[in-house]
């Protein structure tokens, strides 16, 4: 059987732990405020002949140092055999969203962009061209 771990990283309320669970259908804690994820939540979802882990990670801005909750995504990120990451971005905070990215991006981890939160976006007369995001990320959005 093939294995797989993959992150779920973000901003903290971007709907990394709804991913999860919608994923796997596993509890994951969900809240509308920061700080509910400050540890690793894991669970697993088979797919024909691969097991996939999924980590979900404490929330972050950036991969600083600063907080603990940094800390723990960024060991996890740069300590942990990975396969990838799946960036949870909020799609009315874009531009914020995109800076933890880059950074994962610029470590050359394989990462997927998925865009949360986009109903909310287009009310508020957000447009975002998903094909030029991937074209100039050059990942699957």
Same mark, same amino acid.
């Given at each position: 059987?093939?294995?797989?771990?993959?992150?779920?990283?973000?901003?903290?309320?971007?709907?990394?732990?709804?991913?999860?669970?919608?994923?796997?259908?596993?509890?994951?804690?969900?809240?509308?405020?920061?700080?509910?994820?400050?540890?690793?939540?894991?669970?697993?979802?088979?797919?024909?002949?691969?097991?996939? /882990?999924? =980590? $979900?990670?404490?929330?972050?801005?950036?991969? %600083?140092?600063?907080? &603990?909750?940094?800390?723990? !995504?960024?060991?996890?990120?740069?300590? /942990?055999? =990975? $396969?990838?990451?799946?960036?949870?971005?909020? %799609?009315?905070?874009? &531009?914020?969203?995109?800076? !933890?990215?880059?950074?994962?991006?610029?470590?050359? =981890?394989?990462?997927?962009?998925?865009l949360n939160f986009v109903?909310?976006?287009e009310k508020k007369g957000i447009k975002?061209?998903?094909?030029?995001?991937?074209?100039?990320?050059?990942?699957?959005?």
């Amino acid at each position: 059987m093939n294995r797989i771990k993959i992150l779920l990283v973000g901003q903290p309320n971007v709907g990394k732990s709804s991913l999860l669970n919608a994923i796997v259908g596993s509890k994951v804690i969900v809240s509308n405020y920061p700080g509910t994820t400050v540890e690793l939540s894991k669970a697993k979802k088979k797919i024909e002949d691969t097991e996939i /882990e999924f =980590i $979900d990670t404490p929330g972050i801005y950036s991969l %600083s140092h600063k907080s &603990e909750e940094e800390k723990i !995504t960024e060991r996890t990120l740069f300590k /942990e055999k =990975i $396969d990838g990451a799946v960036v949870v971005i909020d %799609s009315t905070a874009l &531009e914020r969203g995109l800076y !933890t990215a880059l950074q994962i991006l610029e470590a050359e =981890i394989p990462v997927v962009v998925a865009l949360n939160f986009v109903e909310e976006a287009e009310k508020k007369g957000i447009k975002i061209d998903i094909d030029k995001l991937k074209k100039f990320l050059n990942v699957p959005v």
